[in-house]
């Protein structure tokens, strides 16, 4: 097991508490998947389970994956280049993800690092149960997402519950998981202040296809 899946647990520790938040990685035509309600805070190898690229746990007998543990199955299964798949409730961003500025979110951004590290858009999903029902949900609108832009999304919204960051670098996950909630913590903040000033498509565009951008993103790759 790649324990840098410990050091993605610990680092986004802040974002989930008690067993909230689950985080998974790669290994060769298998994963490893946080044990259900195990603490990402002091997250050990005894608490990460071996599944099946199907999700099943190869022990069937020990503790028991996650809930969640078919989101990440079908990520790592159906996306080759990610390695490492976490999710967590960052609190800023729960405050929009709970209401009905998710899609304003989503589709507009403030900064030039949100476009780096979260991407031109994030990916919104609509709530479902948590286990099969939201899978089913995760599966349709992350699909629809990659068709459309021709890319994996940086950073998936699950409207009411918390947030997805994939990629093939744990460094990845951890900067674009943190990226999302700064950007939440400002976004709440311009709407306080009176009328949001968001960049304009052609800014991000000019953001997101900037060869010094791209340097800076496989830094973190």
């Given at each position: ?26 290994d060769?035509?298998?994963f ?22 199907t ?7 020990g ?11 079908w ?33 507009h951004?403030?900064?030039p ?43 998936i ?19 674009s998981?943190?990226?999302c909630?700064?950007s ?28 010094s ?5 496989k830094?973190?790759?």
């Amino acid at each position: 097991m790649d324990t840098s899946i410990l050091e993605l647990a610990w680092a986004l520790s802040s974002f989930a508490i008690c067993g909230e938040g689950n985080v998974s990685v790669r290994d060769d035509d298998s994963f490893w998947m946080k044990a259900s309600g195990a603490s990402l805070t002091k997250l050990g190898k005894s608490e990460m389970i071996a599944c099946k690229m199907t999700g099943v746990p190869f022990d069937s007998l020990g503790l028991k994956p996650s809930i969640e543990t078919g989101f990440h199955a079908w990520i790592l299964r159906e996306f080759e280049d990610i390695n490492f798949v976490a999710h967590t409730h960052p609190t800023k961003t729960m405050q929009v993800l709970c209401s009905e500025q998710i899609y304003s979110f989503a589709d507009h951004r403030l900064f030039p690092d949100q476009v780096v590290r979260n991407g031109a858009k994030s990916c919104v999903v609509p709530y479902a149960m948590p286990g099969k029902p939201l899978l089913e949900q995760i599966k349709k609108y992350v699909t629809i997402f990659v068709e459309e832009y021709q890319y994996f999304p940086k950073l998936i919204l699950l409207e009411n519950h918390g947030i997805i960051t994939a990629s093939s670098s744990h460094k990845e996950c951890i900067a674009s998981t943190m990226m999302c909630e700064k950007s939440a913590e400002i976004f709440i903040g311009s709407k306080v202040l009176g009328q949001t000033n968001f960049l304009t498509s052609e800014q991000v565009d000019e953001i997101d296809k900037c060869p010094s951008e791209k340097h800076r993103r496989k830094m973190y790759q």
